[in-house]
């Protein structure tokens, strides 16, 4: 167990000068594994938002949402014809800026 | 100047400047031809992104289509804009790593198998062919309106200029062409709401303009007097919907995953040239298609209120001019049914006389605000470079199916370079004239047909792509299974309900009340349940495959020996 450790600490280490096959299999893996891990709970989180934005707001709890307004437009109505698009996009930038930062951490960015 | 004049001379040089880059962007390989060469700027790929997605249906019918729908038009708008949050969160970064040209190519590379593959092209042909006879129908109608030369020669000029920037450039002439065609179309899109919204609210934002107060009245809302029409009119209130929430979320949903399923977008994100520009390249797509789609509900709120103040309850014979113009194209027609000389309109056909193409909207929008004549040029021009851009797009993904897919990797593996350019170079050229017949006679079902280009992309390609990235273990027997049950279920209930059986179409006899627009998210749950169930009881795939998973799920290259099989990174 210990001896597996040791392998993945040095094996960030020898990255930063191997970028071939030559690599030693098991460091990739477990590295690969680790930044995966964190890719997917990103997914998770923005998609999430991404469905109660647009399916809750928009959608399920649109009437609830009616009874409230915003200048001239009912909030459910909003949402579902200007919202949710808005909050799309700021979604995509956020998943673009958070994932360049995990490539460079795990040094999985394209030179 | 007059109306046809300026309309002449705008879509004159929109038409010379995409020759001039059609010429500038001639091509030389396959490479090339297909995706550009892998060498397009991510902010350039985002420009004809939205080109290429925002067809003559987003340009001339939406808006219209929001118009007479009110609230339940939401579901093109979250569904069409949706989508590329999937796109770009879970298909287009792991699909560009993967290198290779088309969806075709990834599915029969990952699923190991020359079945799944033509599976793949059938399905990318009949989804594009759907697409190709709508953007046609479009251009024919702008035609017909503004420039006076009849449909069929409208759609002539139309096939040849997309023929020639397409057959000479391939992808990377389209490309730029399509950069182009959106600053065109977005142009033309904006300045006639501008002013509208001007003239209605006092405010130049039409997004906030439509939620702001009337301009001749300070003290009331413009959606609430809307509403207050649609009521007079024994309409549902337009801020308040009709259909069933359980469709409502189905189509949304089946348009979102259908957008991120459709072969041509996807193709898009192949053009550039690494994996974090295809991740903010699909960013500035949806910036792009933002700007058109969060003004689309605003133009359709204006133009609707402005109807009904300008002809309800109005004497025939004191219509205003475009209400004659557009009478004569026959999308808008009157009849005048209890002879007192009135139009009236009105949600009880026994006392309605008047039926409007949602078409028209858009396209009479300048005319209905009494804007000057050159922005009724212009959209003019707005128009075309929203069906043409679409068209051609569409055009290279049969090209690349058929010359590429079918020809190359399926029958003829030992097809030099140049046979192939040639060969593709062929395709577009038939596909054009395909294309182009079905623009002169357009079948009669090419709205309902629609339904079914996302039916099917959201039931076959979408889980079959998902699952091939973030399910490693699945096999090719899961995902040929999965899409042939996803495309089949789906394909049967819309022809079920729009050809078969046309008049048992309503809510009452849908499944679970889910219409055949929203049924694809329903044979997409099947897809998953089918492919998932049948994966367990067969064997896991080849190492390769799991390995090239694993491969392009990480922006970097890992493998020394990636460079040898992707022929365009050198």
């Keep these: ?111 | 100047m007059s109306i046809q004049v300026w309309t002449f001379i705008i879509v004159g040089i929109t038409f010379a400047l995409y020759i001039g880059i059609a010429v500038w962007a001639r091509v030389g390989s396959t490479s090339d031809f297909y995706v550009a060469g892998g060498r397009v700027h991510p902010l350039a790929n985002g420009l004809a992104t939205a080109a290429d997605w925002m067809s003559a249906a987003s340009f001339i019918s939406m808006a219209g289509l929001i118009a007479f729908l009110g609230y339940d038009g939401s579901v093109y708008l979250m569904g069409w804009t949706g989508g590329y949050v999937l796109l770009a969160l879970l298909l287009a970064p792991y699909l560009r790593k993967f290198g290779k040209f088309t969806v075709p190519d990834f599915v029969g590379d990952r699923y190991y198998s020359s079945t799944a593959r033509v599976v793949a092209i059938l399905c990318a042909v009949f989804i594009s062919f759907t697409y190709v006879a709508g953007q046609m129908r479009g251009v024919g109608i702008v035609f017909s309106r503004f420039l006076d030369v009849g449909i069929n020669q409208g759609v002539i000029i139309g096939m040849i200029i997309v023929f020639f920037y397409a057959v000479l450039g391939g992808m990377k002439g389209i490309t730029y062409t399509q950069v182009a065609q959106y600053c065109v179309l977005i142009f033309a899109y904006l300045v006639p709401v501008i002013f509208v919204s001007i003239l209605m609210t006092g405010n130049p934002i039409p997004q906030i303009g439509f939620g702001g107060t009337l301009a001749d009245e300070p003290s009331v809302y413009l959606l609430d007097r809307l509403d207050g029409l649609m009521t007079d009119l024994g309409f549902t209130p337009y801020t308040d919907g009709t259909k069933l929430p359980i469709d409502v979320f189905f189509i949304t949903a089946a348009l979102m995953v259908g957008t991120a399923g459709l072969p041509h977008v996807i193709i898009r994100f192949f053009t550039v040239p690494k994996v974090k520009d295809a991740r903010i390249s699909a960013g500035y797509a949806l910036i792009f298609i933002v700007l058109l789609y969060s003004t689309a509900p605003a133009v359709a709120a204006f133009v609707k209120t402005n109807l009904i103040n300008d002809i309800d309850k109005v004497e025939y014979s004191e219509a205003p001019q475009w209400f004659h113009n557009w009478e004569a194209t026959g999308l808008l027609q009157y009849e005048d049914s209890n002879d007192d000389g009135l139009i009236q309109y009105h949600s009880d056909p026994s006392i309605n006389e008047l039926s409007i193409d949602p078409d028209i909207m858009v396209l009479a929008s300048p005319e209905i605000a009494d804007l000057p004549n050159w922005v009724v040029g212009l959209v003019a021009a707005g128009g075309l470079a929203a069906a043409l851009s679409t068209a051609a797009g569409l055009l290279l993904v049969l090209a690349t199916a058929i010359a590429h897919d079918l020809l190359k990797r399926t029958f003829i593996p030992t097809m030099r370079e140049k046979t192939e350019l040639i060969a593709a170079r062929v395709t577009v050229f038939f596909t054009v004239l395909i294309a182009g017949y079905f623009g002169v006679n357009p079948p009669g079902f090419v709205a309902q047909t629609v339904a079914f280009a996302f039916g099917l992309a959201a039931s076959s390609f979408f889980p079959v792509i998902l699952m091939g990235i973030f399910f490693k273990r699945m096999n090719k027997e899961g995902a040929i299974a999965g899409m042939a049950a996803g495309i089949t279920f789906t394909a049967a209930y819309i022809i079920y309900f729009t050809f078969i059986n046309p008049e048992l179409n309503s809510a009452e006899n849908w499944l679970f009340g889910i219409s055949p627009e929203g049924i694809g998210t329903l044979g997409m749950i099947l897809n998953f349940i089918v492919a998932l169930t049948v994966m367990k009881f067969t064997k896991e795939p080849p190492q390769d495959i799991q390995d090239m998973v694993e491969d392009i799920r990480i922006p970097r290259r890992l493998m020394a020996s990636d460079k040898e099989e992707n022929p365009k990174e050198d």
Excluded: P
């Design chain 1, 1 to 111: 167990m210990r001896n597996e450790r040791n392998r993945y600490n040095l094996g960030v280490d020898r990255g930063r000068n191997c970028s071939n096959k030559y690599c030693s299999v098991h460091t990739m893996n477990d590295k690969a594994k680790e930044y995966w891990k964190k890719h997917l709970t990103l997914l998770a989180i923005l998609l999430t938002i991404w469905f109660i934005v647009s399916f809750g707001f928009g959608i399920l709890f649109v009437d609830q949402l009616n009874a409230f307004r915003l200048g001239g437009f009912k909030l459910g109505f909003w949402f579902a014809q200007q919202g949710s698009q808005y909050v799309f996009v700021i979604l995509i930038f956020v998943y673009v800026y958070k994932m360049n930062k995990l490539d460079k951490e795990f040094e999985f960015d394209e030179e």
